[in-house]
């Protein structure tokens, strides 16, 4: 009888370990379903006599996500001003996004430095999940 | 002309010398007195139950240029983006610019880590004189 019981109870602690790591799993997956491996490629490309600007990067986010992703490109010496916006479907690795960012007012961009900002906030299900900001000083070079 | 007229004479090597330097101040200080002495002060407060965040900072800009400045606040662990801009015009001084930053979306703030780029666009008689951008990462406090 006792057997019988210890027998039962050792099966029951099995199955209840197990739920117990996948419950954990999938916890730690969700909490720390987040934006990340993010930058911006350093060097920046100046087209449509300098009224847009393609810039490039990698990121990675948890697969199943959606990135709405927004990159602002100043340059100091023009003072110069580009937005650009992109959306991105993770799959769960690292990918690469590209943004052509138009300009904003009369000033047009050079070659020569600049700062880009990425604004990425990432939703699932509608719900946010995250909402990330990273600024890289990057080149810019003619087409 | 003899080798002697050549020589610059001592008695007019000092004023020249001082002269060139104060040109070269005035001429540098033309040249870089846009916007500068900007940072965000580490502290934000969260306002109106989550929705708008209070940033501030110094900032100086050459006085007499038009200044568009904006705040983007974001806050990874709980997905929120916030939004801010104000007008001034450029003193030549350091002055303190406050911002009230409100939430887009569905996503609130929470006392904790956040970061806060900041835009200051200048422009003068209706030409952009800079455009520069900086990110600082703060704390957010409830009020």
């Known amino acids: 009888?006792?057997?019988?019981?210890?027998?039962?109870?050792?099966?029951?602690?099995?199955?209840?370990?197990?739920?117990?790591?996948?419950?954990?799993?999938?916890?730690?997956?969700?909490?720390?379903?987040?934006?990340?491996?993010?930058?911006?490629?350093?060097?920046?490309?100046?087209?449509?006599?300098?009224?847009?600007?393609?810039?490039?990067?990698?990121?990675?986010?948890?697969?199943?996500?959606?990135?709405?992703?927004?990159?602002?490109?100043?340059?100091?010496?023009?003072?110069?001003v580009a937005k650009g916006r992109t959306l991105i479907r993770f799959t769960g690795g690292v990918q690469q996004w590209e943004v052509h960012a138009a300009v904003r007012g009369a000033a047009t961009f050079q070659s020569g430095p600049a700062t880009a900002v990425a604004l990425c906030r990432s939703t699932i299900q509608g719900q946010a999940t995250d909402a990330h900001q990273w600024l890289v000083n990057i080149t810019l070079v003619k087409e | 002309m003899s080798v002697q007229s050549l020589k610059l004479n001592p008695r007019?090597?000092?004023?020249?010398?001082?002269?060139?330097?104060?040109?070269?101040?005035?001429?540098?200080?033309?040249?870089?007195?846009?916007?500068s002495i900007n940072t965000i002060d580490t502290i934000g407060i969260v306002t109106g139950k989550g929705r708008q965040v209070t940033v501030t900072g110094p900032v100086a800009v050459t006085a007499g240029d038009r200044t568009e400045m904006r705040v983007t606040v974001t806050q990874r662990s709980t997905g929120a983006v916030a939004e801010g801009v104000i007008f001034f015009t450029g003193t030549g001084q350091t002055n303190q610019w406050e911002i009230t930053a409100v939430a887009e979306g569905r996503a609130t703030f929470e006392a904790g880590p956040a970061t806060v780029v900041g835009l200051a666009h200048?422009?003068?008689?209706?030409?952009?004189?800079?455009?520069?951008?900086?990110?600082?990462?703060?704390?957010?406090?409830?009020?």
């Not at chain 1, 027998?7 to 419950?23: C, D, Y």
């Not at chain 1, 934006?35 to 600007?53: K, L």
């Not at chain 1, 393609?54 to 697969?63: C, D, H, K, Q």
């Not at chain 2, 004023?15 to 007195?33: D, E, I, N």
């Open chain 2, 122 to 143: 200048s422009s003068s008689k209706g030409q952009a004189t800079d455009a520069h951008q900086w990110l600082v990462n703060v704390t957010l406090l409830s009020e």
């Open chain 2, 12 to 35: 007019w090597l000092v004023p020249v010398a001082l002269l060139l330097a104060l040109s070269s101040l005035l001429f540098t200080q033309t040249v870089w007195a846009k916007i």
């Open chain 1, 1 to 80: 009888m006792n057997t019988h019981i210890r027998k039962h109870f050792r099966t029951w602690l099995l199955s209840a370990s197990l739920l117990l790591i996948l419950v954990g799993v999938f916890v730690a997956r969700t909490a720390f379903a987040r934006i990340s491996v993010n930058t911006i490629d350093p060097v920046g490309i100046v087209t449509d006599q300098g009224r847009t600007i393609i810039v490039t990067g990698p990121v990675g986010a948890t697969a199943g996500e959606v990135g709405d992703q927004e990159v602002t490109v100043t340059q100091r010496e023009t003072g110069a």
